[in-house]
């Protein structure tokens, strides 16, 4: 068949795809796009119905607030006084006022002091809902509240319908205070709420329990593909569409489908649209195809053929030193010789790829760092040097089988970067073939390797850096005699107790010690006697504190006990124990004798030694006594110093209320 009936065919061809392709154009892109506007639409009128049912329990929120945090209604939790009951509680106006079914105030025991359930519509009293009284009791979840700004809201599901509930701690206005109850207001998301939701948002909305059996088709078709925080839309018919949302319950589960209703409006535009969109598109498309195709005939249709058979000829054989015969001064003719020209190029990319494959490999097998190259697609290594295999101990060729999984820990696998760039070194730990971990700093790039994208991930072993960097951290934060904290850890202990009352209001405690008449120790038995007295009363106190506390040397013969959640009560017995038995338990060493000056020790090279040792302790808390590190530090120290100055040998607790120091012991 000639080439200009193979045209002729192509024309012909062309000119009934172009329909088919218009009509799936028109399809696709136009009514695609008001397709996508009309699930837009609803996934944005889906989110206005949240905003709008979150506004109401914000409202519900704020009206419970404004009596919860009240003086008034505080004192009538506690005496249940008549005036309040009177003022606020007698008739149906503060419920009907604020649309409210439900009023509920609690006290801290669980006890109800007043209830009362309204229909707020018709002012009838009704009774309280049975099955609210199974979420009001002792220790419940709406009745705990930790702190004076806690506040629960949300849908609570009653077998009657479905409420809007709000709890908050009963305290005085000024905003803190000791919570002496929980005040609990509701408003029941009855149909009536839901229409008066729907006039409001002007949408058809339903409200249906996920374990609601008589659940409709539609519900249940959405419900496994509904997850917290998403919107599913779905097409009812040509003239509606509905969005679909989960919402939960107020502890949190996923417990009603929200479906909203609206008409299909963009869409019809958009059929309408599309009607006249195909065809403008088809006479425009008949007049191209016509034009074209007497066009290719007269200027370009054989040459053409005659290129592309040459090209294809030289595709086929893979010979990039052959080259496109092409006459003439036209474009086909540049083309011609740009392809020729290409060839050309092509044809020393190859061999200069070919040299410096070979230089690769050269270097690759002779660097000292383990190179491994990884497919990106499977991550299995397709080739590694001598370095890899020493450092993770395999054979040569055995990683050839392994994934970059299976040798780097924690499921640790280098990130993908654009083609060529290389990545920022990082630390990574490797598994050896035996199992064991190796520390290695790496980076890693993309690389064309074998006409393929590939990782090029580059290895050094810093493992012994490691372990050093580990230690030189130990040493920079204890102390080189005893091995406690030193001052300076110590500071930075406080400061983050400190931290931790303001963020969490978790308190601690601090008790300072020092080892009395430590002086004399020295002076009468040398430095080194001093030095082990000092060690041996570390590790005794670190043997009676508790394992979360911490021991520091202070200074000198100064050492700090950090107690985290811990009051002072409690910091005192820990300090009365450690006094008590450091003054029941002497230092005991062996002296050496110099036996030419003790005639009445002939025989004897050395002695036993007994130093009878007490310490003085002072206690402080955080925030009892202070609220900052400084502060905490002070308090410990005064008490401290009141206990050398009264004596020695005792603990004293620091009292701020009192602002004095009070003995802890009465007798040395």
């Known amino acids: 068949m000639t080439l200009q009936k193979k045209t002729f065919i192509l024309i012909i061809l062309a000119f009934a795809g172009r329909g088919a392709l218009l009509y799936a154009a028109s399809q696709i892109i136009v009514l695609g796009s008001f397709a996508e506007q009309e699930n837009h639409d609803t996934r944005q009128n889906v989110q206005r119905v949240q905003s709008a049912l979150a506004d109401n329990l914000d409202a519900l929120e704020g009206t419970t607030r404004d009596w919860s945090v009240w003086d008034d209604t505080y004192a009538y939790v506690q005496d249940k006084n008549e005036s309040y009951f009177t003022s ?3 008739g149906n106006i503060p419920m009907t006022t604020n649309r409210l079914n439900l009023m509920l105030f609690v006290d801290v025991e669980g006890n109800t002091v007043f209830e009362k ?3 707020y519509r018709n002012g009838k009293e009704l009774p309280i809902p049975p099955s609210l009284r199974k979420h009001i009791y002792p220790g419940s979840p709406l009745l705990s509240h930790a702190n004076p700004e806690s506040s629960i809201k949300g849908i609570l599901p009653l077998s009657e319908a479905p409420m809007l509930i709000a709890s908050e701690p009963i305290i005085p206005s000024a905003g803190d205070g000791l919570i002496r109850g929980t005040l609990i207001f509701g408003r029941w998301l009855d149909t009536d709420e839901i229409q008066h939701l729907s ?43 509905a969005g679909y949302t989960m919402l939960d319950d107020v502890y949190g589960k996923p417990t009603f489908i929200l479906k909203a209703d609206m008409p299909r409006d963009v869409y019809a535009r958009g059929q309408d649209t599309v009607s006249f969109y195909m065809l403008a598109l088809l006479g425009i498309g008949i007049v191209f195809v016509l034009l074209i195709m007497f066009i290719l005939q007269k200027l370009v249709l054989s040459r053409l053929a005659r290129l592309n058979s040459d090209v294809s000829s030289i ?20 083309l011609a010789g740009s392809m020729n020209s290409m060839l050309e190029a092509l044809q020393r990319s190859h061999e200069e ?11 690759v097998e002779q660097t000292s760092e383990a190179i491994l190259l990884v497919d990106t697609e499977t991550r299995r290594l397709l080739q590694t040097n001598a370095a890899a295999e020493t450092l993770l101990g395999y054979g040569p060729n055995e990683l050839q089988d392994l994934t970059l999984g299976d040798i780097v820990a924690d499921g640790e696998t280098p990130a993908t970067h654009t083609t060529g760039r290389l990545r920022q070194a990082s630390e990574r730990r490797y598994i050896r073939k035996d199992g064991s971990l190796v520390h290695v700093e790496v980076s890693d790039s993309h690389i064309t390797y074998g006409g393929r994208d590939v990782l090029c991930v580059v290895a050094r072993d810093v493992t012994d850096r490691k372990r050093a960097d580990t230690l030189l951290q130990e040493l920079a934060m204890r102390d080189g ?43 009468t038995y040398g430095h080194q006697i001093g030095d082990d007295v000092l060690r041996w009363i570390s590790r005794l106190i670190t043997e009676l504190v508790r394992p979360e506390d911490k021991v520091a040397r202070y200074g000198g013969e100064e050492l700090a006990i950090i107690l985290p959640d811990t009051d002072t009560q409690t910091a005192f017995e820990i300090a009365e124990r450690i006094r008590q038995t450091l003054e029941a338990q002497p230092f ?20 036993k030694v007994l130093i009878p040792l007490t310490v003085s302790l002072g206690v402080a808390g955080l925030p009892e006594d202070a609220h900052t590190e400084e502060g905490l530090l002070e308090a410990a120290d005064q008490a401290l110093y009141e206990a050398k100055r009264a004596g020695r040998n005792r603990t004293l607790v620091y009292n701020e209320t009192q602002m004095r120091m009070e003995l802890s012991r009465a007798r040395w």
């Open 88 to 90: 606020n509680l007698a």
């Open 117 to 119: 359930s309204l229909d």
């Open 199 to 241: 006039r409001t948002t002007l949408l058809g909305l339903t409200l249906q329990a996920v374990d609601d059996p008589q659940m409709p088709a539609d519900l249940k078709t959405m419900l496994p593909s509904l997850l917290p925080d998403t919107i599913q839309v779905q097409t009812i018919d040509s003239k509606s569409i």
């Open 315 to 334: 595709a086929a054989s893979g010979d990039v030193s052959a080259r496109v015969p092409m006459s003439g001064s036209d474009e086909l003719s540049h």
């Open 353 to 363: 790829l070919k040299e410096g494959e070979a230089r690769y490999r050269a270097v």
């Open 481 to 523: 005699l005893t091995g406690l904290y030193n001052r300076r850890e110590m500071q930075r202990l406080l400061k983050r107790a400190a931290e931790q009352y303001e963020r969490y209001k978790v308190g601690s405690a601090l008790i300072l010690l020092d080892v009395d008449y430590f002086k004399t120790v020295n002076d």
């Open 588 to 607: 005991e060493f062996m002296q050496r004798l110099d036996l030419s000056q003790d005639s009445d020790l002939e025989g004897a090279r050395e002695r």
